[in-house]
């Protein structure tokens, strides 16, 4: 009888040896990506203006229109401890599905960190350290990007400061435990170590917090220090970049599948997990004209892209950044506090937000226990507990297959785990103790969040 295959592996010698930059085949000006502050020009000589931040050689490759940009060598080798991973066909979850779908994940989950945020972390640490900066500090939602961090200044001999949005601080404490065990100091955000943590907790003292609130601490606790530098985990084009070893793999493991998807899922945050395993395949849909559909997944707590607006924005909460042309909820929106905290940012990368107004991919939107339903199913079947990030995508790939069956059709799906739930089961206990909350936004909410965006001079807007 012949053995069925469920793994699809690759050597070391086999983890890609350049990142692939879809501004060579995105007709988008790198002006509408990334600009100044049209509103505010008098802002350029405040004492408290962010410093430069990214390194030169780091900026390059976010902005310029190189295909493809080569991983460094020292970065390369840091991968090859965990990379490729690996790419799998979810034999159990298509047959308690009943469908003739075939379905496939790549699994970020194998890493020391547990997601998929190390590929960028690495090499921030490595960029950063090369351009003589000794101290990194972030903000994280869930804290797997914290704990990614964390980890890669350690290896590099970095100092570490993670802002960690309150309500995740408190729903995940051995991701905080984790961070501090790799060398990083922890803050809970809002926190009243900055001006913009002391103005939140001013006009709301018990806030959840949110991603924005945590980026506006840590670019201030930044300019503190002249050797020190803000790092950013998902939304910027050079992290979206260095996401898509991601798919460069998975372009390589689907071929020794023999099958090509006719659907590729990610969830969507801010952007990096999608964009790592979707902007590759965009590419090769680009390039042999396949009906490939690429479908984002959002939680309905913080449905930038299904609810929000395609406006210029501020990445965080103070107006620090340069603005932004995204899908967003507004700077100042707070989700409510659901487990996926890694879901809870406002807006969506330039990048992605450009594919969504194209109408080159798809983006849906689900509440949170029917999220925690198909992690369940998912861990029953293939036996990884996906975090509950990853499990927005999984019910999203549920639905596609229920429909297969339903119209009787074969379709290949591929989809990203993105990292693992292992330390997300208390929320996993509350699914099961019936005890999870569905997390509804109004109408009236989003358009009061909608109605703080900045206003944009007309003839600066498309400069």
């Keep these: 009888m012949k053995a069925v295959r469920n793994r699809f592996l690759m050597d070391e010698s086999d983890v890609p040896t350049h990142w692939y930059n879809i501004l060579a085949d995105l007709d988008v000006p790198v002006a509408e990506v990334r600009r100044a502050r049209p509103d505010r020009p008098d802002r350029t000589d405040e004492p408290n203006r962010q410093a430069p931040n990214i390194p030169l050689s780091m900026y390059r490759g976010s902005v310029g229109r190189e295909r493809f940009v080569e991983i460094p060598a020292e970065v390369r080798e840091a991968y090859q401890r965990w990379r490729p991973t690996p790419l799998v066909r979810a034999r159990g979850l298509e047959a308690a599905l ?16 547990g997601s998929h945020k190390l590929n960028s972390a690495l090499a921030q640490a490595y960029f950063y350290k090369k351009a003589g900066v000794r101290r990194l500090t972030t903000g994280t939602g869930a804290g797997q990007w914290g704990t990614a961090l964390a980890m890669a200044c350690q290896s ?11 309500c995740s601080y408190r729903q995940k404490p051995y991701r905080r435990v984790l961070m501090g065990l790799n060398g990083a100091r922890v803050i809970p955000s809002p926190s009243p170590d900055t001006e913009a943590g002391r103005a939140v907790l001013a006009a709301s003292p018990d806030s959840d917090g949110s991603l ?7 670019l201030e ?20 970049l260095h996401q898509t070893v991601i798919g460069e793999e998975a372009l390589r493991q689907m071929e020794l599948t023999g099958e090509f998807p006719d659907v590729v899922v990610a969830s969507m945050g801010a952007g990096s997990n999608f964009a790592g395993l979707a902007f590759p395949f965009h590419r090769e849909r680009l390039r042999t004209g396949a009906a490939t559909r690429l479908i984002a997944v959002e939680p309905d707590a913080c449905p930038k892209m299904t609810r929000g607006r395609y406006a210029w924005d501020y990445n965080d909460v103070s107006g620090t950044t340069p603005l932004t042309k995204m899908y967003t909820l507004g700077h100042t929106f707070v989700a409510p506090g659901l487990h996926a905290g890694g879901l809870r940012y406002h807006g969506a990368a330039p990048l992605v937000s450009a594919l969504y107004e194209r109408g080159w991919m798809e983006a849906v939107a689900y509440g949170q ?9 998912f861990a029953r079947t293939e036996s990884v507990v996906p975090a509950p990030e990853s499990a927005h995508a999984v019910r999203a790939v549920i639905d596609e297959a229920v429909r297969a069956r339903e119209e009787r059709r074969s379709t290949v799906i591929l989809c990203n785990i993105s990292g693992h739930g292992l330390l997300d089961l208390s929320a996993y206990d509350q699914y099961l103790a019936g005890s999870l909350e569905d997390h509804t936004v109004s109408d009236e909410r989003i358009a009061a969040s909608l109605a703080a965006l900045p206003e944009v001079l007309s003839a600066g807007a498309t400069s």
Aim: with cysteine; glycine share 6%; proline share 2%.
């Design 98 to 113: 009943e469908t003739p779908a075939h379905i496939y994940y790549k699994y970020e989950g194998t890493n020391a960190a």
């Design 156 to 166: 590099m001999d970095l100092e570490c400061t993670v802002f960690m949005v309150r």
């Design 212 to 218: 924005a609130i945590a980026n506006a601490e840590a």
């Design 221 to 240: 606790h930044a300019r503190r220090a002249d050797d020190a530098r803000f790092a950013v985990g998902s939304g910027e084009n050079h992290v979206l």
């Design 369 to 377: 226990n029917a999220v925690f339903e198909a992690g369940a199913l």
